[in-house]
């Protein structure tokens, strides 16, 4: 079974930081684009917030430069997530997704659709 697990979700204070993981298994992980997207609490639908490619590269949402960092590690098939300085609004159930197309355009990563999610981890962020 293609799936991953999130972990490393709670509650933190305005400004404070957070790592959220995930683990992949059931595929070939280092073959793929991986993100992380949130979905904030009452809203339908899910908010993109970082890739990193097969190759490593890295991009971001505008809310998320220079605050967030996502990182792969091959080997243990997981991506990471961490999170600093943040504010209420990145209160969210955050989610490992594969992508299943993108683009890249002018320095800028756009998932067109993921093919499968995990079931995320939630971080509230008080203020």
């Given at each position: 079974?293609?799936?991953?697990?999130?972990?490393?979700?709670?509650?933190?204070?305005?400004?404070?930081?957070?790592?959220?993981?995930?683990?992949?298994?059931?595929?070939?992980?280092?073959?793929?684009?991986?993100?992380?997207?949130?979905?904030?609490?009452?809203?339908?639908?899910?908010?993109?917030?970082?890739?990193?490619?097969?190759?490593?590269?890295?991009?971001?949402?505008?809310?998320?430069?220079?605050?967030?960092?996502?990182?792969?590690?091959?080997?243990?098939?997981?991506?990471?997530?961490?999170?600093?300085?943040?504010?209420?609004?990145?209160?969210?159930?955050?989610?490992?997704a594969?992508?299943?197309?993108?683009?890249v355009?002018?320095?800028?990563?756009?998932?067109?659709?993921?093919?499968?999610?995990?079931?995320?981890?939630?971080?509230?962020?008080?203020?």
């Amino acid at each position: 079974e293609e799936q991953f697990v999130e972990s490393g979700g709670g509650m933190v204070q305005s400004g404070e930081s957070l790592n959220v993981s995930c683990v992949a298994s059931g595929f070939t992980f280092g073959f793929q684009d991986v993100c992380w997207v949130r979905r904030a609490p009452g809203k339908e639908g899910s908010e993109w917030v970082a890739a990193v490619t097969r190759n490593g590269a890295t991009y971001y949402s505008d809310f998320a430069k220079g605050r967030f960092t996502i990182r792969r590690d091959d080997e243990k098939n997981t991506a990471h997530l961490q999170m600093s300085s943040l504010k209420p609004e990145d209160t969210a159930t955050y989610f490992c997704a594969r992508v299943e197309s993108n683009r890249v355009f002018g320095g800028n990563y756009y998932p067109l659709a993921y093919d499968f999610k995990g079931q995320g981890t939630h971080v509230t962020v008080s203020s």
